[in-house]
C-alpha cells in the first residue's frame, strides 16, 4: 500500500507542477502571471482540503453522504436564482460575483460519489434486484444529475452517469438487470441529442474536420496543428504559436495541445503515463481498503479522475467530439482542481487505513502463532 500511495502522490504532485508550468506559458501573453497566480492560491487550498480529507475518518461520511447531496442540489438549483447564478456562453453553471465564482456541479461530483457508495455498502444484498439496483440508486442520482444536465452540461452528466455504473458494478449489481435499462437510456439519449442542432453540428465537424476547420471544427483543427507542429520533442516551453489566439480555451480544457506543441509527444505521452498510473494505483488502493465503503469511494473517485482525463484527451486529439472538460490537476480553474485535490486526499485516506488495518491483523497471534504446550 506504501508503494500505492508514493506513486499517486509523485503522479499528482508532477501534474500540478507540469500544469502551473504549462498554464503560464500559455497565458503569459495574454494576462502575464496572472492564472498562475490564481491557480497556485487555488492549488494552496486545494492542499489544505487534501490535507483534511486525508486525515479524517472516512467512514464519518457515510453518515454525512446524503446530507452532503441536499447540499450540493440546492447549490446547483442556486445557479438558477438572478443574481446568484452567473450566465456565461448560454449557460448557467457558476455561483459567486465577478470573477470569484463557484461551479456547483464540481462538489456535486464528489456527493453524488459519497452518497452512491453509502448506499451501496448498505444494500449490498439486495443491490443484486431491479428495485434496488436500478430504481432506488436512479431516484437518488436523478435530481442531481437532472439539474447538471439543464445548464446545460452533458459532459458532466454523461461523465457521472459512467462513474455511478463502474460503482454498481464493484457493489455487485446483477448484470441481467442493467441490460434493458442501459438499452433504453442509451436509446433515449440517442434520440434526444439527435434533435439538438449544437450537437448534429459538433458531430458533424468532428467527423468532416477539414471541411468546418474554420468554423464549429476550428478548436479541434488548431489543437491537431498543434500537436503536428510539436513533433517528438516539442517547440520548447514559451516557444508555441497556438496559443497567440489559434486555440480557444487552450488554458482550460485544450491545455493539452499547449503541452503537445511545446513538450512535443514525450510531454503528451508523460501526461498520459502518469494517468495510467494514477488510475492503478487508485485500483490498488481500493481492492485493499479495509470496507466496502472505502472500496467504492475509491473506486468512484478513481473512475472520475480516469475518465475524466480519459475524455479531456479524446476531444483535444480529435479521437472524441467536442465537450468541454477540464483535464485535472493541469486545467486552469479552481473548482475543479480543488476538489480534485480534496479527492486524492480521501484516496490517501483509505489507503492509511486499510494500511493500518492489514498491520492490525497481521500483528494479532493467530492459532499457528500460540506456544506449544509443555509436557511436564
Known sequence: M????????FCVALLLALGLVVLYSSSMTQVGAGYLAKQALWAVGGALVFAVAASLDYETLKRWAFPLLIVSIVLLALVYVPGIGIVAGKARRWLGHGSLRLQPSELAKVAIILAMAAYGARERRRITTFTWGILVPGAILLPALALIFVEPDRGTTLLMLAVCGVMLYTAGINWKVVVVPAL???AGMVLYF??????????KAWWFLEESKMDKGFQAYQATLAFARGGLTGLGLGNGRQKLGFVPEHHTD????????????????????????????????????????????ATGITALIGFQALINIGVVTSALPCKGLPLPFISYGGSNLVMMLGCVGLLFNIARQGAAEELHSDDALGPDDLPAPQTP
Open 194 to 203: 439527435a434533435r439538438d442542432p449544437l450537437v448534429i453540428l459538433r458531430l
Open 184 to 186: 433504453v437510456g442509451v
Open 2 to 9: 506504501r508503494l500505492a500511495t508514493s506513486m499517486l502522490l
Open 254 to 297: 485544450m491545455i493539452l495541445s499547449i503541452v503537445g506543441e511545446e513538450l512535443g509527444l514525450i510531454g503528451t505521452l508523460t501526461v498520459l503515463t502518469l494517468f495510467a498510473v494514477l488510475v492503478g494505483c487508485g485500483l490498488v488502493i481500493a481492492w485493499r481498503a479495509r470496507d466496502r465503503f472505502g472500496t467504492l469511494v
